[in-house]
């Protein structure tokens, strides 16, 4: 497995999460002893972990700019100066290969003669059906700015296709919102 640092790969891997028609799998994990009735306001980390050679990429600018709607959908307010959460995102690519053997049914079939019956029966090939594809994963963290400590994670997987790489926003949109699906808590009154 190797991690794809530069720009055009990060966005290709965010940009078709979604790109499969069943989508991406999604799953989420958090600290049970955070008090997130607490948690009023959020910013970003810096550098986040989808920057590049000290610069903003267009990936990191597309995933702001989501999981600030999302955030802002559940109460939170933005703030850059003394947030209560910091955001964080990561991301990878890993090829895989999928092998699965299976039987096909050969065209023909062969027979045989038995004392004036004649008798057929199809016959099977087995081969290997390989797939190869790329999987790509998409984290963000949630973290308590105060404690320095990770509260919430919510992670996408799939497979990678270049079905969407033409317009990207719109997959970034869809991938945070599917894993902010898994998010259920409220900003602070």
């Given at each position: 497995?190797?991690?794809?640092?530069?720009?055009?790969?990060?966005?290709?891997?965010?940009?078709?999460?979604?790109?499969?028609?069943?989508?991406?799998?999604?799953?989420?994990?958090?600290?049970?002893?955070?008090n997130f009735?607490?948690?009023?306001?959020?910013?970003?980390?810096?550098?986040?972990?989808?920057?590049?050679?000290?610069?903003?990429?267009?990936?990191?600018?597309?995933?702001?700019?989501?999981?600030?709607?999302?955030?802002?959908?559940?109460?939170?307010?933005?703030?850059?100066?003394?947030?209560?959460?910091?955001?964080?995102?990561?991301?990878?690519?890993?090829?895989?290969?999928?092998?699965?053997?299976?039987?096909?049914?050969?065209?023909?079939?062969?027979?045989?003669?038995?004392v004036g019956?004649?008798?057929?029966?199809?016959s099977y090939?087995?081969?290997?059906?390989?797939?190869?594809?790329?999987?790509?994963?998409?984290?963000?963290?949630?973290?308590?700015?105060?404690?320095?400590?990770?509260?919430?994670?919510?992670?996408?997987?799939?497979?990678?296709?270049?079905?969407?790489?033409?317009?990207?926003?719109?997959?970034?949109?869809?991938?945070?919102?599917?894993?902010?699906?898994?998010?259920?808590?409220?900003?602070?009154?």
């Open positions: 497995m190797k991690l794809f640092r530069t720009p055009f790969t990060m966005v290709l891997l965010i940009t078709l999460l979604t790109a499969c028609t069943s989508g991406p799998q999604v799953r989420s994990d958090f600290d049970h002893s955070a009735a607490s948690y009023k306001t959020f910013g970003f980390v810096s550098p986040l972990g989808t920057d590049v050679d000290g610069y903003s990429t267009l990936i990191t600018q597309r995933l702001k700019s989501a999981t600030q709607r999302e955030m802002e959908a559940r109460g939170y307010r933005y703030t850059e100066s003394d947030p209560d959460l910091l955001v964080n995102f990561s991301a990878r690519l890993a090829k895989k290969v999928q092998v699965d053997p299976l039987a096909s049914q050969q065209i023909g079939y062969y027979s045989y003669r038995r019956v004649y008798k057929t029966w199809p090939a087995y081969q290997n059906n390989v797939d190869e594809y790329t999987e790509g994963t998409l984290n963000i963290d949630l973290v308590d700015a105060k404690r320095k400590q990770l509260v919430w994670e919510g992670v996408a997987v799939g497979r990678v296709t270049d079905a969407k790489l033409a317009n990207p926003e719109p997959a970034i949109d869809n991938a945070v919102a599917e894993i902010f699906t898994k998010y259920t808590y409220r900003a602070a009154p």
